[in-house]
């Protein structure tokens, strides 16, 4: 099946402080790779509208981040975490970013059928209802959800997070929506110290697999097997979400695992069956984290191509 890729060029607006390991090299990076795909399709972001933030994010919140990138000036920042920092045009990419991830939505869900990666940044899944954090202002995959469940009615969706980081904020909304569920491999102990297995959300949807540092290949790729795999086939989603983060590479300087480009071209296969089996194929991910640009390019490459093949 032709995967779709949704390109968010408003990515390059968020411009951060030198040294930060967020920085819009990544996603050019990531483009340039994807560009060299064959037979993929791509369809441009646009902004979301600021109401549709509201469907997991409290107004403060929004209202915290837009004025914070109105008080940044000309070539300044403006802090919301230790972390996260915010420039004036911080909010268009993020508004963007959150608008990618809902045309995905929007079109797999209409169309009935097919695979999407959103290309953007800044990533998502650290921030929660009313916190940015951890290079995360607004959470895609989060509204992502969100939006299939309210506005197009489906029943129940899965969210799979394989960046190396725990997806807290994401956990959140699992907390609240016993319609999510939400999947996590992750290494622990690391940033942002979330995601024990004891946290297992409303009834069970929310699944947390802890990975000791040094996690190589077989272990990522037995984990997940044996314990995402059932919790989806449980579960039945009618849209398979990913939070599709390429920091668990062998080469990524913030994470501390094994994985090679190979890992996701096969994770990307097993998310593909399960989205065949129970959600007439409709897969959206999302680009979360990934800091070893060369690295991050190809993994996405060999996630997108698989997905292209499935
Ligand atoms: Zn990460």
Redesign the pocket.
Known sequence: MRATIVDSPASLDHVVPEGHPEHAGRYTAVRDALGALPGVQWETAQQAPVEALARFHSVEHVDRVLSACADAGVDGWVSLAEDTQVCSLSARAALAAVGGALLAVDSAVETGSGSYFVLARP?GHHAEPDRAMGFCLFNQVALAARHALDVHGLSRVAIVDI???HGNGTQCLAERDERVLFCSLHQSPLYPGTGNRGETGLNGNVVNVPLPEGTDSKAWRQAFSSEVVPALRKAQPALVLVSA?F?AHAADP??GMGLTEDDYDWAASQLAGIAAEFAFSRLVSVL??GYDCPAMGRSAAAFVRALSRA
Do not use: F, N, Q, R
């Open positions: 990533p960046d190396v980081h983060g920091d913030l994470g979360e984290g």
